[in-house]
């Protein structure tokens, strides 16, 4: 296991200096694997630390001071990380009085002690299966209690905090909108997608790396679209794109806000000011379930699904490095100094 | 196979054999639609778990391995069968094979 | 790119004027039209084939011959396969030699005068029960086994013979599994007691007879040197009326009498058996080797016997040849064989004093004994035995067609002819597969008529036998 924590710590602090100094942005990825998350360098893109963790993980988020990320693994236990030792000091277990529950979609409140999850569940009493109601629940990240809970519909599997966590948006067939500024949640209203032939597979949520817009796409029978959600106001926008659709499962906005990097077998470009494709480049290493990409917009990196994360220049569009990581993995996070 | 044989299966063995033959041809065109080659499912429930490519891209109307999307599809059973689910009955399957490429010889799910 | 093509192993044989294919490893058996003939005769000459290099005509002409699996993708390795053990299967059938004792003296006997080479032994009651049981507890998940009463002679031991069969039906009962009797007589004790008692033991009788009085009484003289013939047939009709299980004639001739053959079968099924079954003389003594002459005369003999087949099968009968019944069956079903016989492998003779063997062949013979009834069967020593037997055979056969229904043969002939007359491997070959090419042809000509129709539902329950 690598373990470079004291050049960690002195990169870091020279790093704030720079930073204070508004002279450059240090970058550092997180590979999300199974049992493992690895520390990739944004400058030298060399895998510099492995963070030994237990259980295959899903959805992640680093809290606002930058100094975790948390991770959920195997869908029902929160893991803590903390950034500068490079491991677990945390976790807290979701299921509780006999229920199974499985958490899909984490956004952390701006309180830095809970969280907001969509929670299924089951148990089993006396030998049947007894199958709870999807919940938009807020949870006490410290024990994994739930605070308070609110029905949601079935098939609801992200989530987009918005307004300072005063409304959270529900995405699934539909996305609901529910109010959470009160002491009892409530739902407020719907935006139909369902009825309009939309598919949607929002398993990857790089509303962080994009400055605040929550962006997935999404399906109509014709074309491939994206679905926008500005966190900060909660407006909801969709863009159909023009020509055939590609085939992606993630995709992440540029930090100058003109392109969109979207991937699956291809890594596909797409212009925002046309809503069209530039470019549709085969993945040389294959099938990758997620993508990010640097903060100064040079380098977009797509990984998951096998075990290599394949670095791309954004001006020629080649690969330039291969990356072999330890473990299968399913998301690529960035977090920016 | 409407076409006419022109090599006779005598004995039984030699019927099932050729029985086998039609099967397979049937199910190669239920999988696949076009041009361009659409996939009409990902998976059948008795296949190991392949994914077809519609693209006109390479391997063109082909189905490329599984092991790219096992992680996903493990875990959460996204694919009916054919890999651990993490869910309920192999929570730690990505204990014995957390890299699918390297680690596949170490399954013992069953 | 699609993988390279091999030939499958595979035999072409012409029958009348088209031409069969055999599959050898799947036991499969196809009739090819004149096109399918000449396709296969044009590109069998290559090992292997490149689709990618093929015309789209001749790719679909050879397509018929990939989905028969003449034809297939080039693997680098073999199938594995599946290596069963000798004494590592659940036992079903027991050989039970209840007499090693004959009152006849047969010239050709392989038991020596039924004591397989030892002095004249009964077997207690007592050990035929524990026999009984023994293979009941062995008999894994089997509801039905099979004990075939032997010797020397049975019937000179009717308490051994009682004894299995009440503790069949108490033991077996309790257990709940269905012992089968059979029982192999010379036909000389047959009292109407004893029929009476077989009947309703419903016990398969097989009844050893040689042919008409002239060749019967030749091979199996009593011992004061008085044929046996008379004496059968004087009890056969009540044997053969009564009996609610088929009564077949075991015939074995020696290779001077082979020319007889269908003279034999005509008189032996005259008789009213309701089967005949015919077994060509091991060789115990280098005089019983048959010549190559004989050999052909034998097989001159099957192939008219296979012709009467054919014709008794156009008219919806069956003619009574086990030989060509048996062999049609395996046929029928394409059953691959990975050995020769069922012997170590769930099939075991006990003789008299309570000794194991492989089959009821090698009784008698120390260096295939495998434990005895104290101490269960001794598998190691079977493996022992079987292994030094079997040693490198597989190599040998690799290259055979018709390793899949031969396999090697009867482990008794082999251990004859190679170990005790010194012949070198593989001199039963050219007649085994002369025999199998029969059956092949037979079986195609039957197929072609209407026959297999009213053969489909006897040869499928044969085939499981």
């Known amino acids: 296991m690598n373990d470079y924590k004291p050049h960690i710590r002195l990169l870091l602090a020279l790093v704030s200096l720079l930073l204070s100094a508004g002279v450059y942005a240090k970058d550092m990825f997180y590979y999300i694997g199974n049992e493992m998350i690895q520390v990739i360098d944004g400058d030298s893109d060399a895998i510099v630390a492995d963070i030994p963790v237990d259980g295959w993980l899903r959805d992640s988020e680093f809290s606002a001071d930058k100094k975790f990320l948390f991770a959920v693994a195997n869908r029902h236990i929160l893991t803590k990380v903390d950034l500068a030792a490079n491991r677990v000091v945390a976790t807290a277990d979701v299921n509780s009085d006999g229920w199974d529950r499985f958490i899909y979609g984490f956004d952390l409140a701006p309180d830095g002690k809970t969280a907001y999850v969509i929670l299924l569940s089951r148990k089993t009493r006396q030998g049947e299966a007894v199958v709870g109601t999807p919940q938009l629940a807020q949870i006490d990240i410290g024990d994994g209690h739930i605070i308070r809970s609110i029905d949601v519909p079935w098939s609801s599997v992200s989530i987009a905090t918005v307004k300072n966590a005063s409304e959270v948006l529900v995405i699934g067939k539909d996305i609901v909108k529910v109010d959470t500024s009160r002491p009892e949640m409530r739902t407020t209203g719907t935006y139909p997608m369902f009825s309009k032939h939309w598919n949607i597979l929002p398993l990857w949520d790089y509303t962080d790396e994009n400055g605040g817009v929550y962006m997935v796409n999404y399906y109509t029978p014709d074309v491939m679209g994206l679905l926008s959600i500005d966190t900060k106001t909660g407006k909801i926008s969709d863009m159909p794109l023009d020509g055939p659709p590609v085939f992606a499962y993630s995709v992440i906005r540029s930090p100058d806000k003109k392109k969109v990097y979207a991937v699956m077998d291809e890594l596909s470009v797409i212009d925002l000011a046309s809503h069209s494709y530039d470019a549709v480049i085969p993945l040389h290493t294959g099938t990758a379930y997620a993508v990010n990409i640097s903060s100064d917009g040079k380098k977009v990196y797509t990984t998951g699904g096998g075990s290599v994360t394949t670095i791309f220049d954004t001006r020629t569009l080649k690969p330039v490095k291969v990356l072999q990581m330890q473990t299968d993995g399913m998301d690529l996070r960035r977090l920016t100094y | 196979m409407t076409r006419k044989k022109s090599i006779k299966a005598l004995n039984q063995k030699a019927r099932a054999i050729q029985k086998l033959a039609e099967g397979e041809t049937k199910s190669v065109e239920a999988l696949q639609q076009g041009p361009p080659a659409m996939p009409v499912g990902c998976t059948t429930i008795f296949d190991t778990g392949w994914e077809t490519n519609p693209r006109p891209s390479n391997p063109v109307g082909n189905c490329q391995a599984s092991v790219k999307d096992f992680p996903g599809c493990a875990g959460d059973c996204w694919w009916p069968a054919q890999v651990p689910d993490g869910l309920t009955n192999h929570e730690d399957f990505d204990k014995q094979c957390a890299n699918i490429a390297r680690d596949w010889r170490e399954i013992k799910y069953d | ?465």
């Open chain 3, 1 to 465: 790119m699609n993988s390279r093509l091999a030939w499958a192993d595979h035999r072409v044989f012409e029958h009348g004027d088209e031409h069969l294919v055999f599959g050898v490893e799947d036991a499969s058996l196809f009739a090819l039209s004149d096109a399918a003939h000449r396709t296969l005769r044009q590109w069998r000459r290559q090992r292997t084939l490149d689709p990618d290099r093929l015309q789209p005509a001749d790719l679909e002409s050879l397509q018929e011959f990939c989905d028969a699996r003449i034809l297939r993708p080039l693997s680098p390795k073999a199938a594995p396969v599946c290596r069963a053990e000798p004494g590592r299967t659940a036992l079903a059938t027991l050989v039970l030699e209840v007499a090693q004792d004959c009152n006849l003296r047969c010239n050709y006997c392989y038991a020596g005068d039924g004591t397989y080479g030892g002095s004249p032994t009964l077997m207690d009651p007592a050990t035929s029960r524990r026999s009984l049981r023994y293979l009941l507890e062995h008999s894994g998940d089997h509801e039905h086994v099979t004990v075939i009463l032997f010797g020397g002679e049975p019937l000179l031991n009717l308490p051994a013979v009682q004894a299995a069969v009440d503790e069949a039906d108490s033991y077996g009962g309790s257990l709940g599994k269905k012992v089968h009797f059979s029982l192999t007589t010379n036909g000389t004790l047959l009292s109407p007691e004893i029929i009476r008692f077989l009947n309703d033991a419903r016990i398969s009788v097989a009844v050893s007879m040689d042919g008409p009085p002239a060749i019967h009484d030749s091979n199996r003289p009593h011992a004061d040197g008085r044929g046996s013939y008379a004496g059968i047939v004087a009890n056969l009709k009540a044997l053969l009326d009564g009996a609610p299980m088929p009564v077949a004639a075991r015939v074995t001739l020696t290779p001077a009498q082979w020319a007889s053959l269908v003279e034999v079968f005509d008189h032996l099924s005259g008789l009213g058996f309701h089967e005949v079954g015919v077994a060509p003389v091991s060789p115990v003594c280098a005089s019983l080797l048959p010549s190559r002459e004989q050999e052909d005369a034998l097989m001159r003999g099957f192939e008219t016997l296979a012709g009467r087949f054919l014709d008794e099968a156009a008219m919806g009968r069956i003619l009574p040849f086990s030989n060509i019944i048996d062999l049609l069956s395996r046929l029928h079903g394409g059953h691959a064989k990975g050995i020769a016989c069922g012997a170590g492998y769930g099939y075991m003779a006990i003789d008299a004093s309570g000794r194991f063997f492989p089959c009821h062949r090698f009784t008698g013979m120390t260096e295939f004994q495998a434990g005895d009834i104290g101490t269960g069967i001794d598998g190691a020593r079977l493996r022992a035995g079987l292994g030094e037997l079997n040693e490198g055979r597989e190599e040998s056969c690799s290259r055979c067609w018709a390793r899949t229904l031969c396999a090697g043969g009867c482990h008794y002939e082999n251990h004859l002819r190679e170990n005790q007359l010194g012949l070198p491997r593989g001199t039963s070959c050219r007649f085994i597969r002369n025999w199998l090419e029969l059956g092949i042809k037979t079986y195609a000509s039957l197929c072609s008529g209407d026959a297999i129709r009213v053969m489909n539902p006897f040869l499928n329950k044969r085939a499981q036998c």
